[in-house]
């Protein structure tokens, strides 16, 4: 595909996030516990199958992913602001 159309990626539909995975808790309850790369990368090969043009949130940093926030992300968001419109 070196010289023909890229897939396009569709924006209308929501990401797919692959950070976080369920794991079955000690009293029957599920929590969400981090993923390694390797395991995001098979999700996602087994995911690209069924939605190849959906966006991936992920930490593989590939043509399909997009970061998701972080936690601490707002207090950037605050000092841009101060910036913008400080002295």
């Not at 993923?35 to 996602?44: A, F, L, M, V």
Request: hydrophobic share 35%.
């Amino acid at each position: 595909m070196m010289f023909g159309k890229k897939r396009k990626l569709r924006k209308d539909l929501p990401a797919i996030d692959l950070r976080k995975k369920p794991v079955k808790g000690l009293f029957g309850q599920t929590k969400l516990v981090a993923t390694t790369k390797k395991e995001q990368r098979t999700i996602k090969k087994k995911l690209m199958e069924h939605y190849p043009d959906r966006y991936y949130i992920d930490d593989l940093y590939e043509w399909n992913s997009i970061r998701g926030q972080d936690e601490l992300s707002w207090i950037d968001d605050i000092e841009a602001y101060d910036a913008l419109f400080g002295e």
